[in-house]
């Protein structure tokens, strides 16, 4: 990858984003001015125009990193971003298409013709070229798989074997390999015949003949030793392994613990079949982090902004009827006391209150669970120790809070009474809330699905209906 491609942060790629949508209402306002006057050499001015803006916007692309252009054709509506796709250099669309969201990759791989897609994927790496492939139409997949070596295909057939989730579906095969019984100087020797070292490289791995690995040599221990040390006195034989079925987000995990930069992946018999980098890593928790988010409000996949309105709509609507059900549950809930509140109007004011709190609780609740799944930290058995603790703080928090609330709605309507059934619901409330922002999650892990699932939909639902019961039942019964 070229060094002088610039890596931007937030406020640079904000103005660079900004940059490029002055650039292209310019060409816009510029081009359309042109086609409208009548001048000798029309077409030849028109040319001229349309290229100037688009050259400036070239300029500018060229020198920025992969994952900033990525940012930048996200932001862009469809047809703006069409325009600043065709203007990024063809051998850089392979990078490009791997950084984008899955959404937008979509649009711009059905805006490229078989050629151009066969010429992105050529480009890449093994393990990239994987990542790509379930997007490309099966005839370019098949003409990439003819163009590569045999090794290539069957590093290929093996990284598409894997689950998603898994090491094997986040591992690279670039990697550089030593034997134990050379010295450092050999080593060194080696290292200089290549024109760069794979990214991420912190460490070279040590393998036998029939490349089992044997260790690991960081490259500072190999730096700053006597040159005629053999690798096998000083490689670490203790080393962080993974195996391709273990799962992707234990092996993030053990990145966080251990602050590795890499890790070998080994197979059942300990050969070396591939590494897995802190940059896959980061991909891996960047996605899961937003991927979590979207579950959690009800959305099935990351949609594009710009999208079609029925692909949002189909992204949308599952949760949405499901919100639609418990809101007309929670309507039925007030209906059922209508008598109560029309004879205490204070009900209709305060009722809301008591929904709101519980709701708030119970998504605190179920996204401190869910986070602990994700890191590891909670097994399906621990149920019951959870929910003693959560029901222990919604306890507290009902007691301290819903009595404040008491005591306001006690001087607001002058009933002592009133002020005791907004303390007792707001308790009971919150303890409903604790129990479904524990329950669900785990629950639903015990099932084998994703706990994080429309987790928040549900907690909301339980809460408003179950606080309007609690409420206005609690009302009925000791105030009318």
């Not at 996200?74 to 899955?102: F, H, K, Q, T, Y």
């Not at 928790?285 to 409000?297: F, G, K, P, T, V």
């Not at 002020?419 to 809330?433: E, I, P, R």
Request: charged share 25%.
């Amino acid at each position: 990858m070229n060094d002088k491609l610039e890596h931007a942060d937030a406020e640079e790629l904000q103005a660079h984003l900004e940059e490029v949508q002055e650039l292209l209402a310019k060409h816009r306002l510029v081009e359309g001015l042109v086609h409208r006057q009548e001048m000798p050499r029309h077409d030849l001015v028109e040319d001229l125009v349309h290229k100037q803006h688009l050259g400036q916007m070239h300029a500018r692309l060229d020198k920025m990193h992969p994952a900033d252009i990525a940012y930048i054709l996200e932001a862009l509506p469809p047809d703006d971003r069409l325009v600043v796709w065709d203007l990024v250099r063809a051998e850089r669309d392979g990078e490009i298409l791997l950084e984008v969201s899955d959404a937008v990759r979509e649009s711009l791989i059905e805006s490229m013709a078989p050629a151009e897609l066969r010429a992105a994927a050529e480009s890449l790496d093994t393990d990239e070229l994987a990542d790509l492939a379930p997007d490309l139409p099966q005839e370019v997949i098949e003409d990439v798989f003819r163009s590569l070596s045999a090794e290539e295909r069957e590093q290929l057939r093996a990284a598409m074997s894997y689950p998603e989730d898994t090491v094997g579906a986040i591992m690279d095969f670039d990697m550089v390999t030593v034997r134990e019984d050379v010295t450092l100087e050999v080593v060194l020797r080696y290292l200089r015949r290549f024109d760069e070292l794979p990214d991420h490289t912190d460490q070279l791995f040590v393998v036998d003949r029939d490349d089992r690995l044997l260790g690991v040599l960081p490259l500072n221990v190999l730096l700053v030793n006597d040159p005629e040390v053999e690798v096998g006195t000083l490689m670490q034989t203790e080393c962080a392994e993974l195996q391709p079925d273990d799962f992707a987000d234990e092996a993030a995990q053990a990145f966080e613990r251990y602050d590795l930069v890499s890790a070998p992946v080994v197979d059942p018999e300990h050969k070396l079949v591939g590494r897995v980098t802190v940059n896959a890593v980061v991909d891996l928790i960047r996605e899961e982090a937003e991927s979590e988010q979207l579950a959690q409000a009800g959305l099935r996949e990351e949609e594009d902004i710009f999208a079609p309105v029925i692909d949002s709509v189909k992204n949308r609507w599952a949760w949405l009827a499901v919100n639609l059900v418990t809101a007309f549950v929670a309507s039925r809930v007030i209906g059922a006391f209508e008598g109560s509140i029309e004879k205490l109007v204070a009900l209709a004011a305060l009722m809301p209150i008591v929904a709101g709190i519980g709701g708030n609780s119970g998504n605190q609740t179920i996204t401190m669970i869910v986070r602990a799944i994700a890191m590891g930290q909670v097994q399906p058995d621990a149920l019951n120790r959870l929910l003693k603790k959560e029901l222990g703080v919604a306890l507290i928090n009902g007691v301290l809070w819903g009595g404040l609330l008491g005591m306001v709605s006690w001087w607001l309507y002058g009933s002592a009474q009133l002020g005791l059934v907004m303390t007792a619901a707001m308790t009971l409330n919150l303890l409903l809330a604790a129990l479904a922002g524990v329950a669900i999650p785990i629950m639903r892990l015990k099932l084998g699905g994703d706990p994080a699932i429309g987790g928040s939909v549900m907690i909301t639902a339980l809460t408003d209906s179950g606080g309007f019961l609690i409420f206005l039942g609690l009302a009925t019964l000791f105030l009318l």
